[in-house]
């Protein structure tokens, strides 16, 4: 019903126009009404009603104030209508043109300028200028190419500021306007475009120099101008050509005619890496200890040529940095020193050049701990067995520096080839997963698998079996036969199948149930909590622990993990019961 209303008054001619017809679509207030309602009805009090209804509504529907009679174009109409359409300021009475207005025009960018001259002097303020021209100088739009969204992007465009600026009265535009309008957003270049000359003084070519040192002419080359544009890093004395703020010879010229200790300390500050470009008498070692503090990227490669700056504290610097070092003067390694570079060098960046008579096994272990790239300068002595297994199987470049004593004693005795070295695991470990060149020991067999290169580049896995025996110097190979398929006892019968000396054995009816399978001799070990628990061995090794619990029998791979089990079953089955 609602729409039927104020479609029919547009259509109506006036004079069928009723006064019900009419109160009810002043009722309905749509806002189109106020266009095409006859005047005899448009009183002050209908239009507000509609004003009202749709204040704070957010529909693009608006109407030509215009239409509406002027005696009625009061300040919260004339307000509501340029809120709606900023075409309607023309339509507004001079002396009703309010601030709010002139707002709204500077919000609407171009729609609005063509605008600005119908507003008083007297509305005009600082605050509003600067917040115009943050306004009309940026406008978002979205980018398609090749018929796709690519995102939106920000065009800058400083014709429709001085546009802007053409209606502020002269009064506004004084020197504090132009210096505030650094706080705007302003391009460096536009800036330097809008500013009028005669307000280009020392403050201004301050701020300048901290936004864009390029715009600051020759003849404002000072102590405060310079120091504000390396603070603000827009200065550099590192020459490169990557770097936007790379300067010209006559700015370095000018830096280091200007410069002072506290210039050098600014500098070194902002540019970690600018302090081997300093003169001379710069270069010293509380400014280097300085430069390294700031330093974020390990930027500060510093040649021989410097080595008479590397006192102890500038060392510590270094190492409590934990960056790349230069090399060290050999007086600073002292036991002192060492015991330092442990608590604060956490990286080990300065182990290798420590001279190595100083290297000791707590400090070896925990420079291998962090990783084994230090390995090569490690005295061999000093590396745990641990160790060298686990640098051995993490990095196949760490293997020429494991000490050969480990290996050979490893091949002594385990009867296996160099590269099961470290690889131990348990029987239920290489029995699941089945990772080459692991192995586990059984009683006095060690069982290994790896793999060997077929036909046709294929790899299949072999399992090796040693043992050590009587009036041998290390275990002798038993068997090393293919692994076919991994069934459920594909180890057990491997090892039943070929090794001579395994029978297979008989177990008692009643430990049937607490036999892994069929490879296993079972035996009552003990009890928990009047549980009984049975050991299942392979080789003369213990291999499994059985129990019978309520939920079933239990298996575990050690003694303690089915005591365990066994007496949380016992205290859920109490919880139960209670």
Request: glycine share 4%; with cysteine; proline share 4%.
């Amino acid at each position: 019903m609602g729409k039927e209303i104020y479609t029919a008054v547009a259509n109506l001619p006036e004079h069928l126009v009723t006064p019900e017809i009419a109160q009810a679509a002043i009722e309905e207030g749509n806002l189109k009404l106020l266009d095409c309602l006859p005047h005899r009805y448009l009183t002050e009090e209908a239009v507000m009603s509609i004003i009202n209804r749709n204040e704070k509504s957010y529909c693009w529907d608006s109407f030509r104030l215009s239409n509406i009679p002027e005696p009625l174009r009061s300040g919260q109409l004339c307000e509501f209508a340029v809120k709606k359409d900023t075409d309607n300021i023309l339509h507004v009475p001079e002396n009703l043109r309010s601030l709010a207005m002139l707002e709204k025009m500077l919000e609407r960018k171009d729609a609005g300028l063509k605008y600005l001259h119908l507003f008083r002097p007297s509305l005009w303020n600082a605050e509003l200028v600067r917040k115009g021209i943050s306004s009309v100088y940026t406008r978002t739009y979205d980018s398609y190419r090749s018929g796709r969204y690519g995102g939106s992007q920000t065009a800058y465009d400083i014709k429709r500021v001085q546009i802007l600026l053409s209606f502020v009265p002269i009064a506004i535009l004084n020197r504090r306007f132009y210096l505030d309008l650094f706080s705007v957003g302003l391009k460096a270049e536009d800036m330097d475009a809008v500013v009028p000359n005669r307000y280009k003084h020392k403050e201004y070519y301050m701020r300048m120099a901290g936004t864009d040192f390029k715009f600051v002419p020759s003849s404002h080359y000072d102590y405060d101008t310079i120091t504000e544009a390396i603070s603000h890093d827009k200065l550099s004395i590192c020459q490169s050509q990557y770097d936007r703020n790379g300067i010209m010879e006559k700015h370095k010229e000018t830096i280091f005619r200007l410069i002072d200790d506290k210039m050098a300390n600014l500098i070194v500050s902002k540019e970690p890496r600018a302090f081997k470009y300093l003169p001379g008498t710069f270069q010293t070692s509380a400014r280097l200890i300085k430069a390294l503090e700031a330093d974020e990227r390990d930027n500060i490669r510093l040649g021989k040529d410097f080595k008479h700056l590397l006192t102890e504290e500038v060392c510590k610097t270094y190492v409590r940095k934990n960056i790349e070092t230069p090399e060290f003067p050999e007086s600073v390694w002292t036991p002192e020193f060492v015991e330092y570079c442990m608590a604060h060098g956490t990286s080990f960046r300065w182990f290798a050049q420590m001279p190595k008579q100083m290297q000791t096994r707590e400090i070896v272990y925990k420079v291998l701990e962090y990783g084994g790239h230090h390995l090569s300068e490690v005295r061999p002595e000093l590396i745990s067995l641990e160790q060298a297994q686990r640098l051995y199987r993490k990095n196949e470049y760490y293997r020429e520096y494991i000490p050969q004593r480990f290996i050979a004693e490893f091949r002594n005795e385990t009867g296996l080839e160099e590269a099961f070295f470290g690889g131990e695991v348990s029987f239920s470990h290489l029995r699941e997963f089945r990772e080459n060149n692991t192995y586990c020991k059984l009683g006095n067999t060690y069982i290994g698998i790896r793999s060997e290169l077929g036909i046709r580049y294929n790899t299949y896995q072999v399992l090796v079996v040693t043992r050590r025996i009587p009036q041998t110097f290390r275990p002798v190979t038993l068997f090393e036969c293919p692994i076919g398929t991994f069934h459920t006892t594909w180890l057990e019968k491997l090892i039943a199948d070929n090794d001579a000396s395994f029978v297979k054995p008989s177990v008692p009816k009643e430990f049937k149930p607490y036999q892994f399978n069929g490879y296993y001799t079972v035996e009552k070990v003990g009890e928990e909590d009047g549980v009984a628990i049975y050991a299942n061995e392979l080789l003369e090794e213990r291999v499994f622990y059985t129990a019978q619990l309520e939920t079933g029998v239990k298996m575990k791979h050690s003694l303690s993990e089915l005591r365990n089990e066994i007496r949380s079953s016992r205290v859920a089955g109490k919880e139960k019961a209670a």
